[in-house]
């Protein structure tokens, strides 16, 4: 088992730039594919990218492809979502994921997932 906590959310405007980290407990980090969700109001839990164990695959949500980078430091069993070009609709609560089971880095659901962690709010204002 795993627990994750995350950190670096916070009020920017919009164009601006975050860094959210999410560091991981246990020793297996590295057998973890890791992942970000977001969550607005009234929204369901939507996949916004992923990365494999190697940091060699990263996988992206479009609405965030070409803003969004996520990387990985497994000597600090840390995942990290780096977010710039920030936009209103970019506003959620950002959820680390962490996942054993697959070897794929696809996992756009939910249900592919099996560790969260509590979240990170993200406020961009326009």
């Known amino acids: 088992q795993v627990q994750l906590v995350e950190s670096g959310g916070g009020l920017v405007q919009a164009g601006g730039s975050l860094r959210l980290s999410c560091v991981a407990s246990?020793?297996?980090?590295?057998?973890?594919?890791m992942g970000w969700f977001r969550q607005a109001p009234g929204k369901e839990r939507a996949f916004v990218a992923s990365i494999s164990r190697s940091a060699g695959t990263t996988y992206y949500a479009d609405s965030v492809k070409g803003r969004f980078t996520i990387s990985r430091d497994n000597a600090k069993n840390t995942v990290y979502l780096q977010m710039n070009s920030l936009k209103p609709e970019d506003t959620a609560v950002y959820y680390c994921?962490?996942?054993?089971?697959?070897?794929?880095?696809?996992?756009?659901?939910?249900?592919?997932?099996?560790?969260w962690g509590q979240g990170t709010q993200v406020t961009v204002s326009s």
């Open positions: 246990g020793r297996t980090f590295i057998s973890y594919v």
């Open positions: 994921a962490a996942d054993h089971r697959h070897t794929t880095v696809v996992l756009t659901t939910t249900l592919h997932w099996a560790y």
